[in-house]
């Protein structure tokens, strides 16, 4: 939101200087990511989104991987909606490789192509986190997960006027 090509403009300088190794954007939904891509002189490096099992953005995916951007997914775990850490679906998946609901969340994520950064303050969970390299999830199992996308975030509206004039600090 605001001038997000003038920053960008700006921050392409720092690229070029080799000031910077790599710049990225977050939350350019596809249609925005397409009209910037063909606008900017340096592609995004990344683009970070919501990507979970109840949004799973798989146009988004696509678009990223035809313009070599590389999708980074904030609220992997849908911040907790859903009841995703106990979900029927996930705990049964996670049962058949000794892993938690959680574990296959983020590998569904990573074997999609997808960086993840899953947030916790607790050392235990980071180690868990981390503890997702030694399996993968059969075809079966990512389209069992691929059915639940709900198509939409319920976490934020980036589509809501009033939201966008809260991030310009003018909610009416």
Known sequence: MGDYYGAWRAM?????EGRIRAIGVCNFYPHVLADF???VEVIPAVDQVELHP????ENALELMKEYDVLPQAWAPFAEGKH???SDPTLTEIGAKYGKSAAQVVLRWNVQR?????????HRERME????IW?????????AAIA??????SEIVDHFDPNFVRALHGRLK
């Not at 109840?54 to 953005?57: K, R, Y």
């Not at 192509?113 to 303050?121: D, F, L, R």
């Open 12 to 16: 392409e300088e720092l690229y070029n």
């Open 113 to 121: 192509g997808v960086v993840v950064i899953p947030k916790s303050v």
């Open 37 to 39: 891509c063909e606008t």
């Open 128 to 131: 868990l986190n981390i503890d």
């Open 147 to 152: 059915k639940m996308d709900i198509g939409h």
């Open 54 to 57: 109840f949004f799973q953005q």
């Open 134 to 142: 030694n399996f993968t999830l059969s075809d079966e199992d990512m």
């Open 83 to 85: 009841g995703i850490f």
